[in-house]
């Protein structure tokens, strides 16, 4: 691990250096707090900082808070290295955002095992954070394709089309069905049905462009978002069908032939006045025309 160690004077920089090497650390040492700021803020910073209170520029109190008014789901652990002991410097070291404090002279016991408790509270926060874009991601995706969840593609589509408006870009609005998935379902069972539904959902991610945005709507309904002039919008429209129809989907050995039919309105924000459900509305009404004319075809209103 990586280990920012700020230090003014060359003899204390130096044996921490060392020391700290032999515990299996990566030091960076600096001579004063704007060397360490500027280490900081470059890409891919310490987490772990030992830092003196007393140095030129920026002393370590100023450091501590400048790293502190930087936003981070992932903040450094900053261990204060200072020879004042009384209770009004240690608050005044904590209250500007160290997180602990060490009062000099120490030994290198002390030094070690505090080190090692800021690594497993940067442990812990690791473990947190991890945990809690879990939780988003189960929020917002659905638990089978890993596609936006309904509620999420809905809030993102009221967030494109205000976008739309500011950029004056046309939004287009596709509501796809997989063709004949109850026949599906009551041939193969409904774990086939399943897997076909994961396949869908990563031939629909490969089709589509980066920043192009898909989710189940529901079943076997997807909502598909995307901005394009109106020259390119059926091909890629286009690309996304064939994708699910040119290659057989596989099942313990069975061979399913898979279509999709898919509506598409266009939202122009300079003259469209329709709300989320009368663009839904139309996409799904134009779902229903490439359906009851032969499926496995888009139909864009």
């Known amino acids: 691990m990586k280990l920012l160690i700020a230090e003014d004077d060359l003899t204390s920089r130096t044996i921490l250096t060392a020391v700290v090497s032999k515990w299996g650390y990566e030091p960076i040492a600096v001579e004063d707090g704007e ?31 400048h790293i502190r008014e930087q936003e981070s789901s992932d903040p450094p652990f900053i261990i204060l290295l200072t020879s004042r002991s009384s209770t009004d ?12 404090y060490i009062c000099k002279p120490f030994q290198n016991a002390e030094l070690q095992a505090r080190l090692e408790v800021g690594n497993r509270m940067l442990d812990l926060q690791q473990e947190l954070n991890r945990a809690k874009e879990e939780m988003a991601f189960q929020a917002s995706h659905d638990a089978l394709t890993g596609l936006f969840n309904r509620r999420a593609i809905m809030e993102t589509m009221g967030r494109e089309i205000e976008r739309t408006k500011r950029n004056m870009q046309p939004l287009y609005i596709g509501m796809c069905d997989i063709d004949h998935f109850k026949t599906i379902n009551d041939t193969y ?10 396949e869908v959902a990563n031939r629909f991610n490969a089709a589509l462009r980066p920043y192009d945005l898909v ?42 032939r898979v279509t999709i039919s ?16 009368e663009l839904l509305a139309a996409a799904d009404a134009a779902l229903y025309k490439a359906k009851n004319s032969g499926r496995n075809k888009i139909i864009i209103d």
């Open 35 to 65: 060397a360490a700021l500027q280490v900081m803020q470059a890409d891919n910073p310490p987490r772990l900082l030992l830092v003196d209170w007393e140095m030129p520029v920026i002393n370590g109190l100023d450091l501590c808070k």
């Open 89 to 100: 410097d240690v608050v005044a070291g904590l209250e500007a955002g160290a997180n602990d």
């Open 189 to 198: 069972g409904h774990l086939a049905g399943d897997a076909i539904l994961q």
């Open 215 to 256: 989710g189940r709507y529901g079943g076997e309904e997807f909502l598909i978002l995307l901005n394009s002039d109106e020259s390119h919008v059926e091909g890629l429209f286009e690309r996304i069908r064939k994708a699910i129809e040119l290659d057989a989907f596989l099942y313990e050995q069975e061979s399913l």
């Open 262 to 277: 898919c509506g598409v309105t266009q939202f122009s924000p300079s003259t469209d006045k329709r709300n989320e459900t």
